[in-house]
Every structure is written in structure tokens, then in C-alpha cells.
């Protein structure tokens, strides 16, 4: 199965920076990745398919980049409410499988 | 606006069983690939299993097969995870989730979660 790779593991940011996500594929996987957030208790939204669309909904300070093996999600001008836990997961072959999340916190 | 509620989780004894229900609205069911993704306590997100739309066509994660089925019943809306010979490490929350896109394309990418049920494994 293809591994998804997730750095760093936590990320510390103050308000009003701009966050940036790593995730490695250890086999390409075209476009086809997809972002996903999670805060406590809650479900995961998506944020980000194909790589670089973002989901109905979801502002415009969230980017997503890449293809092949190396991707990124940015988050520009982090907000409160974007303190959570963020995921990649690739969807090219079966199984479909996630990284294991980088936790974006408050510096 | 889409809705997935999920049921039938609990405290479940090693080598026991469960089914869980997903109850979908806000959309057309029969339409969808549906999947059942987990999380253990303080842990990441784990694929469990999906099926087509028709329900004919089947997928399952490593940890899981042979012991889990997942099915679809289109004529009551009602995507079902019956799980058997459960053991410690399945303990987790699991979700429901709908596929992005109508039919078989991209079938993996999740656009929408239930909340989740909670299955305990433990004596």
C-alpha cells in the first residue's frame, strides 16, 4: 500500500502567520490527494481534492499544491478557528490511505 | 444539506460482534460509494472498508477482512458495517462517509462524515 507521510507532526504558529503542511507519497499518486481537517470531537472536513481544489465552502486562505509524491497545504493568515489537526490521504489506488496528521497550534 | 448518522457502537467483549447503521439524508443514496473509515483513541484515521453503489463491488482495509462486511440496503437507505470476531485494536470511533462524486469515480476522496459511533472492545 501506498505510505502517506505527514511533517512536521505538530506545527506552532501565532495568529495572522501562514502555516505550511508537508506530505510525502512513497509512490506517486498523481493529483489524486486530498486534505482533510479535524478538530476535537468533531468529524473531518474537507478542505482540499485533487491536490489544489478547494471543497464547497471552504475560504480561500486554505492552498493546496503538488503532484506525484511531495505535497503541501498552506494555510495563509491562520485564524482561530484553524487550530486543529490536518490530514492528507491519497484516493489513486486501493487502499486509500491517510498520513498520520500534523496538529497546527497557537505559538 | 447531507447528513450521515451513524449507530449501533458500544462495548462489545474480544471475539464478539456488531452492526453498525449509517442513516444518509440530504442526498440521493443510490448514487454514492460509501465508506466506513475509524479512529482509535488519539489516533489517526484509518480506511476500514467501501462499497459501490449497487453494492456489488467491495473493499476492505488489511486489519479488517475477513472478519468485517459491509453492505448497503438502496431500498431503505441504510449503509450497514457488521463486524465480527472483534478484538482490543478495533476499538474506535467509527465514521460514515459518502464519496465525493456520483458513481465509481474516485471513489476514496470523502466529502462528507457522519459524527461517528464509538465501539469499545473490552472484557
Known amino acids: 500500500e501506498t505510505v502517506m507521510t505527514q511533517s512536521p507532526a505538530t506545527l506552532s504558529v501565532s495568529p495572522g502567520e501562514r502555516a505550511t503542511l508537508s506530505c510525502r507519497a512513497s509512490?506517486?499518486?498523481?493529483?489524486?490527494v486530498a486534505w482533510y481537517q479535524q478538530k476535537p470531537g468533531q468529524a473531518p472536513r474537507l478542505l482540499i481534492s485533487?491536490?489544489?481544489t478547494r471543497a464547497t465552502g471552504i475560504p480561500a486562505r486554505f492552498s493546496g499544491s503538488g503532484s506525484g509524491t511531495d505535497f503541501t497545504l498552506t494555510i495563509s493568515g491562520l485564524q482561530s478557528e484553524d487550530f486543529a489537526v490536518y490530514y492528507c490521504?491519497?484516493?489513486?489506488?486501493?487502499?486509500?490511505?491517510f498520513g498520520g496528521g500534523t496538529k497546527v497550534e497557537i505559538k | 444539506e447531507v447528513q450521515l448518522l451513524e449507530s449501533g457502537g458500544g462495548l462489545v467483549q474480544p471475539g464478539g460482534s456488531l452492526r453498525l447503521s449509517c442513516s444518509p439524508s440530504?442526498?440521493?443514496?443510490?448514487?454514492?460509494?460509501m465508506s466506513w473509515v475509524r479512529q482509535a483513541p488519539g489516533k489517526g484515521l484509518e480506511w476500514v472498508s467501501d462499497?459501490?453503489?449497487?453494492?456489488?463491488?467491495?473493499f476492505y482495509a488489511g486489519s479488517v477482512k475477513g472478519r468485517f462486511t459491509i453492505s448497503r440496503d438502496n431500498s431503505k437507505n441504510t449503509l450497514y458495517l457488521q463486524m465480527n470476531s472483534l478484538r482490543a485494536d478495533d476499538t474506535a470511533v467509527y465514521y460514515c462517509?459518502?464519496?465525493?462524486?456520483?458513481?465509481?469515480?474516485?471513489?476514496?476522496?470523502?466529502?462528507?462524515w457522519g459524527q461517528g459511533t464509538l465501539v469499545i472492545v473490552s472484557s
Open positions: 462517509a459518502k464519496s465525493l462524486w456520483e458513481g465509481a469515480t474516485k471513489r476514496g476522496l470523502l466529502a462528507s
Open positions: 440530504g442526498f440521493i443514496f443510490n448514487n454514492y460509494a
Open positions: 462499497v459501490s453503489t449497487g453494492g456489488d463491488s467491495t
Open positions: 509512490q506517486s499518486v498523481s493529483n489524486n
Open positions: 485533487d491536490a489544489s
Open positions: 490521504q491519497h484516493y489513486f489506488i486501493w487502499p486509500p490511505t
